[in-house]
């Protein structure tokens, strides 16, 4: 799931950005308000956390276009307390609000209210359980089953997971694992991918009898269920 963060001030940007990472979400940040309606506007995101007051656009205002083209769920933080200020976040399109300060485990909690809430609108070709085989991946509770087995997965292995899952048989080099998972560009000096993968198929194959995620020499990885 990507978040796409919209707040001025960077201690606490960088804080949630680091937060949500490791709580499994992919999250972009934005500083200012024109800068976050440009990421809005042109990203694949699932979820807007927007803060209100924001230099060049604020908040309410980036909402307001924001909503003429996309229906994506909005979550407003805000250090305005006022009932006024709160109907018109909701009037102008957000979906939820939340004041500041605020503690992390309430906001990833609204977080998850509003996914699941989006995902129930959905059309049934983004399900909310992923399957191949014997392996299955619940996202709504964050739980990796194979062969009936409970899969012990670090945030960034499950992230990785569902990406190989949502898009099995096809083959994705690192360069686009790189960029899904740990939204970044990718430096080929670098074997975060590698060793990821390494990891990952240490808890989902090496234990079982048939292999699912499957190295594509000088191309990359896939995963898929083959003949034995």
Do not use: C
């Amino acid at each position: 799931m990507k978040i796409l963060l919209i707040e001025d001030e960077v201690k606490l940007a960088e804080y949630l950005r680091k937060g949500l990472g490791e709580t499994g979400y992919v999250v972009d940040v934005a500083h200012s308000g024109v800068d976050g309606l440009h990421m809005a506007l042109q990203g694949g995101y699932d979820l807007l956390v927007l803060d209100a007051m924001l230099p060049g656009i604020d908040g309410f205002s980036l909402l307001t276009a924001f909503r003429k083209t996309k229906q994506t769920p909005v979550l407003m933080l805000t250090a305005r307390v006022s009932v006024e200020d709160r109907v018109l976040g909701l009037q102008t399109g957000a979906d939820d609000y939340l004041l500041k300060p605020f503690a992390f485990s309430e906001l990833t909690a609204r977080i998850q209210v509003l996914l699941r809430r989006a995902r129930g609108t959905q059309e049934t070709k983004d399900p909310t359980v992923l399957r191949l085989a014997d392996l299955e991946v619940d996202l709504m509770r964050r739980k990796a089953i194979r062969a009936g087995q409970r899969l012990d997965l670090t945030a960034k292995e499950f992230l990785l997971l569902t990406l190989f899952l949502r898009r099995h048989g096809e083959v994705l080099s690192r360069t686009e694992i790189a960029a899904q998972v740990w939204d970044m560009n990718f430096d080929s000096e670098t074997n975060v991918v590698e060793v990821a993968v390494r990891r990952l198929r240490s808890k989902i194959d090496d234990l079982f009898e048939k292999p699912l995620l499957h190295t594509i020499r000088g191309m990359g990885y896939v995963m898929e269920e083959r003949a034995q």
